[in-house]
Nanobody
Framework: QVQLVDSGGGSVQAGGSLRLSCAAS????????MGWFRQAPGKAREGVAR??????RTYIADSVKGRFTISRDKNTAYLQMNSLKPEDTAMYYC???????????????WGQGTQVTVSS
């Protein structure tokens, strides 16, 4: 059974930075892809970034490309968020799956979520 614990959210001013962490446990083959989705009030859940734990290959959404990076070690994924904008405000959820996909329905394992609030 895979368990995910995400952390690192908070409140920052526009232009600031935050680093989210997602600590994972369980069979690595079932969580080889780890990623972050976000959901703002009244909006659909959006894929932000994903990474293959085994090979380090990454996928970054166009909306955050150049500002966000994703990295990992064996059991933890990190989302470094720089140059934050008010539109980045959302609940951020860590997710894991055997394979990467942009569809949240493809991820069977989820963290509890961490709130990111960016003020102008």
């Amino acid at each position: 059974q895979v368990q995910l614990v995400d952390s690192g959210g908070g409140s920052v001013q526009a232009g600031g930075s935050l680093r989210l962490s997602c600590a994972a446990s369980g069979d690595i083959s079932t969580r080889n892809c780890m990623g972050w989705f976000r959901q703002a009030p009244g909006k659909a859940r959006e894929g932000v970034a994903r990474i293959y734990i085994s090979i380090g290959r990454t996928y970054i959404a166009d909306s955050v490309k150049g500002r966000f990076t994703i990295s990992r070690d064996k059991n933890t994924a990190y989302l470094q968020m720089n140059s934050l904008k008010p539109e980045d405000t959302a609940m951020y959820y860590c997710a894991a799956a055997p394979l990467c996909s942009n569809s949240s329905s493809s991820f069977p394992y989820w963290g509890q979520g961490t709130q990111v609030t960016v003020s102008s």
